[in-house]
């Protein structure tokens, strides 16, 4: 039987190698299709959700100057164009791959429709998310909850720039402890900010695991989704 996994990955991802954290690094671009490309296999169903920080971050770039609903907007097309830019990445190493978008950009991209988004998946194509949930006030992060809930995942992982969740900041915290698995509620309850509470109580509701792990270092990405137990899971 196949595993089907969605791989959520932040806007930050593609500009990786670059010291602005801006932008698109064409290294980035190669890392990342080329991890995925080595956890390829016919037991394997990939689907992608792809921020788009890199690019514009919604309210925190806003300034207060535009408004929320608007720089939200804006936030949602950059998202597009990191998935056309990782589309390309992963074709150009021979994967069959589709974007889908939750707001109607035709002439680009596939609008999103649950039916098709599973079809592609059995046919062995990587489905790109693009576009968020299509509305304001909504992250990534829960776009990914609700695609992994709508296609059926068996799990999300979350690629992020440290190697887990940890009790606190480790930035800030030489103390703080990286913790191996962890309960949704436990997680919500304590406040760790590694996704928002939206995107965690939907995957609670829908039994669907998470595993957060660093994308920084080569083969994860693969490790992550061929079912190692890297990181931190939350279940």
Not at 1 to 8: N, P, W
Not at 59 to 70: F, L, P, S, Y
Not at 172 to 199: Q, T, V, W
Request: charged letters at 25%; a positive charge; proline letters at 3%.
């Amino acid at each position: 039987m196949k595993k089907r996994i969605l791989l959520k990955l932040s806007g930050e991802a593609l500009s990786m190698f670059s010291p602005e954290k801006k932008s698109i690094t064409p290294e980035a671009l190669n890392f990342i299709a080329a991890e995925v490309k080595s956890a390829c296999g016919r037991d394997m169903e990939i689907a992608i959700v792809i921020g788009g920080g890199n690019i514009w971050r919604g309210a925190k770039d806003g300034h207060g100057r535009i408004d929320r609903v608007t720089s939200d907007n804006m936030g949602m097309l950059a998202t597009v164009i990191n998935a056309m830019a990782l589309q390309s990445a992963l074709e150009n190493l021979g994967l069959p791959t589709r974007v889908q978008t939750a707001i109607e950009i035709s002439r680009i991209a596939e609008p999103f429709i649950r039916r098709k988004a599973v079809r592609h998946l059995e046919k062995g194509r990587i489905v790109i998310f693009a576009g968020g949930t299509g509305n304001p006030y909504f992250t990534t992060d829960t776009t990914a909850a609700l695609r992994a809930a709508e296609i059926n995942a068996s799990l999300i992982l979350k690629a992020t720039q440290v190697d887990g969740v940890y009790t606190a900041d480790p930035k800030i915290d030489g103390k703080a402890e990286l913790i191996g698995e962890i309960s949704y509620m436990e997680a919500i309850k304590r406040g760790l900010r590694f996704m928002d509470a939206s995107a965690l109580t939907l995957s609670m509701e829908n039994h669907i695991p998470i595993r957060l792990f660093n994308m920084h270092k080569k083969g994860n990405i693969a490790k992550a989704l061929k079912g190692a137990k890297i990181g931190t899971l939350i279940r």
